[in-house]
């Protein structure tokens, strides 16, 4: 069994986690300050959003230079101490990689968009206007309007399938790849011990630029993006010429992919990728087919959610490895998404972790997750998020697809900012993120939401996940036994069985408001752990609200 396999990974989002010198932004330092909480925690890595050089179009998922960490986070010493000092407390360091693109700032690109011939000219994608002058294909950005920008210098368009300022690189050129590999390599000398690879399910590009068929006349979104005809050989020779070589672990971004493409990326003897991240649980909450894409939101459907996840669980058992997620930073709180964040804030926080962590796979936490914290309920002008602003300007204001207040429901629902507001350490002014002026606003329910109090509550998230975590690590039944969903068809409890020889455990979880009775259920079992604490009746049989346990039954 590999580290990561028994490992918890937790992950940062630099920029709100917190801040060491009171310029309002996290930063390096900061994380260092907190590795001790983070022991605490239990969990075994972290993973670090990006803190390269970058205008911060798209909050450093734009990188202006792969080797430089932007001042507002530090310094590359900063870095390297901190690498260092984790370690040294037993965590391994899993940094992002963003090479599907670029910051329009970076000096590949500069150069790149100057002329047609220099050593830079194909490190992107350019291609040459429609006779008519129309981009080549009608391929739509994910953050509105064409996918296609036009350069006078070079007459030509440059491919973007996210901002305009996020153009991509062109995998087909063996000094783009050499280029990244070599820069994973750099990473690999300073001691970063794997590897989150964004959206890697869009490095190749089917070179035929062909038109989709199209009766809106609108840019197409999806479809063109994912998984073109070179993805697996170019996966595959990082594997070779980076990954095995250095025993880096890598866990990659596929929006698109379903449990079948997954064994195609991360069954070991194909020699691609560790883990990858499905969006296909994300979507339980967006009605089919609208126009308005993930706007279009709906109440999530518990029986869809235990489709999809034990459908994940059933493809890749033996054939490659699970990694397991709620939220991240671009995803919504989920007490506020999917339970209650209010009368069952505690419980419904430990309800949806119970059923994550007793799944095959490796658990990811992202920052805040363990102490339930919570969405925002923002205005629309409290918003930063280019994605949320790109698709605010398409589909409310030129679409007219929805209204601007369905809108705005659905942001504070589903949009990528619930997840980014500054971590919640204490009860103090600004939540003890920083003493300078935050760079984004705090959710207000700090002084009752923050680590402090929910580290001293009876009901403490932290203390349940730190119990968690600590199963996964003592228990192999949560990491090799054999997993088998019951009750597929109950609209609220999500009960699923974990077998290791002659041992048994029963997760279960009531996913509503309501007092559940369990059908079908042994007769007695020993309670493992159960998130009401002390007034637990009977789990096996009848569950209360957002009530979640894990019983051994053998
Ligand atoms: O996300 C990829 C991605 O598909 C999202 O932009 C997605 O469209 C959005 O979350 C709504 O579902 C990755 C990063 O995680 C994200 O932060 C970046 O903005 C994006 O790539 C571009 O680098
Ligand atoms: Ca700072």
Not at 33 to 55: E, F, H, M, R, T
Not at 328 to 346: E, K, L, V
Not at 401 to 424: C, G
Not at 513 to 529: C, F, H, K, N, Y
Request: glycine residues 6%; hydrophobic residues 35%.
């Amino acid at each position: 069994m590999n580290w990561w396999q028994k490992a918890v990974i937790y992950q940062i989002y630099p920029k709100s986690f917190m801040d060491s010198n009171g310029d309002g932004i996290g930063d390096l330092p900061g994380i260092e300050q907190k590795l001790d909480y983070l022991k605490a925690l239990g969990v075994d890595a972290l993973w670090l959003s990006p803190i390269y050089l970058s205008p911060q179009v798209d909050n450093g998922y734009d990188i202006t230079d792969y080797r430089q960490v932007d001042p507002r986070f530090g310094t590359n010493a900063d870095l390297a101490h901190l690498i260092h000092a984790s370690h040294q407390h037993g965590l391994k360091i899993i940094m992002d990689m963003v090479a599907n693109h670029t910051s329009d700032q970076s000096p590949w690109f500069q150069e790149s968009r100057r002329s047609r011939d220099n050593y830079f000219s194909d490190f992107y994608i350019w291609r040459d206007p429609k006779p008519n002058g129309d981009p080549p294909t009608n391929w739509g950005s994910n953050f509105g309007g064409s996918a296609w920008e036009y350069v006078p210098s070079r007459k030509q368009y440059y491919l973007h399938y996210y901002a305009k300022e996020q153009p991509d690189l062109n995998w087909e050129n063996p000094l783009v790849r050499q280029a990244i590999y070599d820069m994973m390599r750099y990473w690999k000398a300073h001691g970063v011990d794997g590897w989150r690879m964004d959206v890697i399910t869009s490095i190749s590009k089917d070179q035929r630029f062909l038109d989709y068929p199209n009766p809106q006349h609108l840019p197409v979104v999806m479809g063109n993006q994912n998984d073109g005809p070179r993805m697996h050989e170019f996966i595959h020779e990082m594997h070779n010429e980076v990954l095995a070589p250095f025993a880096m672990v890598s866990v990659g971004e596929s929006p698109s992919a379903k449990s079948t493409d997954a064994r195609l990326l991360v069954d070991p003897q194909r020699e691609e990728l560790d883990m990858i991240f499905t969006f296909e649980h994300m979507h339980v909450d967006r009605q089919p087919g609208n126009v308005n894409g993930r706007w279009a939101i709906q109440p999530m459907d518990v029986v869809q959610l235990k489709r999809i996840l034990a459908n994940w669980q059933d493809a890749l058992r033996d054939h490659g490895w699970n990694a397991l997620y709620f939220e991240n930073h671009d995803r919504a709180r989920t007490p506020s998404r999917w339970g209650n964040d209010t009368t069952y804030r505690y419980e419904s926080a430990t309800a949806f972790a119970t059923v994550l962590h007793g799944l095959q796979g490796t658990p990811f936490i992202y920052q805040g997750e363990e102490i339930g914290m919570t969405n925002p309920r923002f205005e629309l002008a409290d918003y930063e998020d280019i994605e949320l602003k790109t698709n605010y300007e398409k589909l409310v204001a030129q679409q007219k697809t929805i209204s601007s207040a369905d809108f705005l429901k659905a942001a504070r629902k589903i949009s990528r900012d619930n997840a980014r507001t500054p971590m919640q350490w204490d009860g103090t002014k600004n939540a003890g993120f920083t003493k300078g002026d935050p760079w984004f606003k705090l959710n207000p329910n700090y002084p009752s939401v923050n680590v402090s109090a929910d580290r001293q509550a009876q009901k403490s998230v932290f203390k349940y996940y730190q119990r968690l975590i600590q199963l996964r690590h003592q228990e192999d039944i949560l990491t090799s036994g054999q997993f088998e969903l019951l009750l597929p068809d109950d609209p609220h409890l999500f009960v699923y069985r974990r077998t290791l020889g002659d041992k048994q455990w029963l997760v279960l979880a009531n996913l509503s408001e309501e007092t559940q009775t369990v059908p079908d259920m042994p007769a007695s079992g020993r309670i493992i752990l159960d998130n009401y604490l002390a007034q637990h009746g009977d789990p096996l049989h009848e569950l209360q609200p957002y009530e979640a346990a894990i019983v051994a039954v053998d």
